[in-house]
């Protein structure tokens, strides 16, 4: 089996022709559940009707976003080839950009599709997103879980060391800051008390990062599979920055075979992300 995670940067006001492009791309992986993220309530029905026009007449899709929704006016569109159940929101702040569902696939499995808020304009709401899904990993689940999803983490992941989250970022100095609190506000927050109020110690966020990604219950499939190479970076900044942002992990009860990127699909201008995939069995 194959899942594959996207990022199609699908602005609400994303044209024909580009949306005509991620359709083509999509129809042309052989991915069994496919999770594509920031599709804009705006265009969710039009992404639906392409896919359905373009893949075979079985799929079935979910999209997450299912009620009226104040913030964040996009969500993630399920693509599989088998029926899906949805599960119980998760406890985060924006529920829709981290949907979980059941594959009703010979041998069923759970899937958590993730797209957490850039820390840089949310604050700790991107925390707030990625910590119900390590829960949940703890906690455990009926059926062999996947996580598959944009984090806008880490900010770096060396080889063979833990991964440093954006909790760590360094001063002008070098210094790399690990200790005490640090202030991270949501911007977009519609009360003051909530943008003033968004200070915690530096650890917690680098143990929701670290902790889902690299000492949890999951396995990071990239890791697992190619441990002595280095992370593929999956977007590049406007200043020329790599980052590896995009991620699939799976529990134990999940054999991983092989791991790939599409990369093509971001260097010629379709999405800014690359697209992940794993093949895997029960």
């Known amino acids: 089996m194959r899942l ?6 699908a602005l609400p006001n994303i044209g024909h022709a580009r949306l005509d ?31 359905r026009g373009a893949l075979s007449k079985g799929i079935h899709l979910h999209y997450s976003v299912q009620k009226p929704v104040t913030r964040k006016h996009y969500g993630l569109l399920f693509v599989s080839r088998w029926p899906m ?61 996947l996580v598959c999803g944009d984090l806008n983490e880490p900010e770096c992941w060396p080889v063979g060391e833990a991964p440093d989250s954006f909790a760590f970022r360094r001063s002008r100095t070098g210094t790399r800051k690990t200790e005490g609190s640090m202030r991270r506000p949501d911007k977009n927050a519609r009360t003051k008390a909530h943008r003033e ?19 949890g219950p999951l396995r990071h499939a990239w890791r697992a599979l190619h441990p002595d190479r280095p992370l593929p970076a999956t977007l590049i900044k406007r200043n020329g920055e790599e980052r ?12 991983m075979e092989r791991i790939g990127f599409h990369h093509a699909w971001r260097e010629d201008g379709t999405s800014d992300h690359s697209a992940v995939w794993l093949d895997f069995e029960l």
């Open 85 to 145: 159940t949805t599960l119980p929101d998760l406890a985060a702040p924006f529920p829709h950009l981290c949907p979980h569902v059941r594959v009703d696939a010979p041998g069923a499995f759970e899937v958590v599709g993730v797209h957490a808020p850039n820390g840089s304009a949310n604050g700790w709401r991107k925390i707030d997103t990625i910590e119900p899904v390590l829960e949940l990993a703890q906690a455990g689940t009926a059926r062999p879980l």
């Open 4 to 9: 594959m995670f996207w990022n199609v940067n």
């Open 244 to 255: 590896s942002f995009d991620h699939v992990l799976a529990d134990p009860r999940v054999r």
């Open 197 to 215: 109020n968004d200070t915690f110690p530096r650890s917690r966020w680098q143990d929701a990062v670290a902790g889902l990604l690299h000492r």
């Open 21 to 51: 492009r991620v359709v083509k791309c999509i129809a042309g992986e052989p991915a069994d559940v496919r999770v594509l993220a920031e599709v804009p309530v705006k265009r969710a029905d039009a992404f639906q009707d392409a896919l």
